[in-house]
């Protein structure tokens, strides 16, 4: 009689529990998610703002042929102006750089290209406009503003015209701040993160001075445009805007999707002991790159807005 196979060849072969299966799908799932989100970070994010940046870019100049584009924190009707809608172009042509302004500067808007802060008025105008915008993650499009020099020319278009300013100088943490503006004048700000890209915690601040403005683009001033009113104050600005902050407001959709994530794996567990292996990758992983995108764009939202 044939000897019976030996128990650790039996074990070897043995199928695992549905349990286990479970088990080993959610912890291979939560590892290849947490290295798509540095792949998102690094490389996926530049591609992600460079097409927002295109989609804001062409919404911009509709609304500036059309006579409609922000001139300031409310719209026509009166309300405030919706978070993430472009209300500027700025050009940077000494570092080579054209980009599209968002209105609002947390975490979830800096994604998209530099943002305006709220509490200032806007670019062009009489007063001081702060711009923030990212070091590296999705474009990094604030990534060489330590490279400005004195002299160098920053270039503004919004619905009221376009404006010059030039480079007054680049501040880093202990130097002096800027005399204060005198009345009538406009100052442009621009901040950024300074450091070792992705983990970069100090900031860099360039600050500019109007030289010209104009309405439509031939006739030159030297005056700044009006401001308009304010739909927030500096005392009631959110935390989530404040330079080198994470938008903490994202949290609750953060969980959203990481259940989403979550029913994503056990379906692809579950489709595959059913349905057999290809057709279950052929089903499960668009799924589970939708929804892995998906939360890693609300982590990303939670690091701070400069990075």
Request: hydrophobic residues 45%; contains cysteine; glycine residues 12%.
């Amino acid at each position: 009689m044939r000897d019976p196979e030996p128990k650790a060849a039996r074990s070897r072969h043995r199928k695992p529990s549905a349990v286990w299966s479970y088990v080993i799908s959610v912890a291979t799932g939560v590892a290849l998610l947490c290295l798509g989100f540095v792949f998102l970070l690094v490389v996926g994010s530049p591609f992600q703002a460079a097409r927002d940046q295109q989609v804001l870019y062409s919404d911009l100049r509709k609304s500036l042929a059309e006579g409609t584009a922000p001139v300031s924190a409310l719209t026509f009707e009166g309300q405030p102006l919706a978070i993430g809608a472009p209300v500027a172009i700025l050009g940077l042509p000494s570092i080579g750089k054209e980009l599209v302004v968002v209105e609002g500067t947390a975490s979830s808007q800096t994604m998209s290209g530099p943002g305006h802060r709220r509490d200032t008025v806007l670019p062009g105008q009489a007063g001081i406009s702060i711009v923030m915008g990212r070091q590296s993650a999705f474009g990094g499009p604030f990534g060489g503003i330590g490279q400005l020099t004195p002299g160098a020319e920053i270039r503004v278009t919004t619905g009221q015209g376009f404006a010059t300013y030039v480079v007054d100088g680049v501040r880093r943490a202990g130097d002096l701040a800027p005399q204060p503006l005198a009345a009538g004048g406009a100052r442009l700000t621009l901040i950024s993160a300074e450091g070792m890209s992705y983990l970069a915690e100090a900031t860099v601040r360039v600050d500019a001075t109007l030289v010209s403005s104009s309405a439509d683009g031939t006739t030159i001033d030297k005056v700044p445009f009006p401001a308009g009113p304010r739909a927030v104050t500096t005392a009631s600005l959110p935390e989530a805007e404040k330079p080198m902050s994470g938008d903490t407001s994202q949290a609750f959709g953060l969980v959203l999707w990481a259940q989403a994530f979550l029913l994503a794996v056990l379906f692809f567990t579950w489709s595959r002991e059913r349905w057999g292996r290809w057709q279950a990758w052929t089903v499960g992983v668009p799924l589970l790159l939708a929804t892995g995108w998906a939360v890693s764009n609300q982590v990303a939202a939670l690091l701070p807005n400069l990075l």
